[in-house]
């Protein structure tokens, strides 16, 4: 017996075509056998979807709804007027932030709020470290709680400073561009950035 060569017009549902496909072909003209595959397939897509949506819970760079068991559970404060990207940031900070002190362990928290490369340079004599954004241009959208994580972490007597990187013209005289050139792209500073 082959399978059936008919689409079904009235099964919208994906698991409701799947469970017709199943039946014998004396059924692919059963309006009574398409509304009921229709009925059963509409709620299994909406158990694998709730299926889904639970399984993204217990990753943080997946969590949605499920951000604010990973905050109470690091001790976070809530606060559901940031953005979910920052939420996440936070979390994943807090998590990569445990264990001993080390340079290593502020530039894993660092580049989870920046979303890029972190240098992060130790001045013993003076009992402070810097904190240099390599990738990202300006100052990260979520600083204040980046300020926040490291302060956390680190030793109360060592102070710390942090370095923004900003697009200046020795940028792009390295790159041989002119004021011309620049002006003919006619870009967006954020444009420049990505083009320079």
Known sequence: M??????????????????????PQYYETSRVMQADMQAKGSEM????QALDETLEQFFVRTA????????????????????????????????????????????????AYAGGK??????????????????????PPNIDDLKRAIDELKPAHMAVEYKYRYLVWDDLDKKHKTWDELDAASLTWNELEVWA
């Open 2 to 23: 082959s399978a059936p060569s008919v689409v079904h017009a009235g099964l919208t549902s994906e698991k409701g075509r799947e469970m017709f496909s199943y039946l």
């Open 45 to 48: 897509d909406l158990l694998y």
């Open 64 to 111: 949605t709804w499920g951000l604010d068991f990973w905050e109470q559970e690091l001790g976070i404060e809530t606060d559901r007027l940031k953005p979910v990207e920052q939420r996440r940031a936070v979390v994943e900070s807090k998590l990569r932030g445990a264990g001993k002190f080390s340079g290593r362990q502020v530039a894993n928290v660092a580049e």
């Open 118 to 139: 972190v240098d992060v340079t130790f001045q013993p004599e003076a009992w402070s470290f810097m904190v240099s954004f390599v990738d990202t241009m300006g100052i």
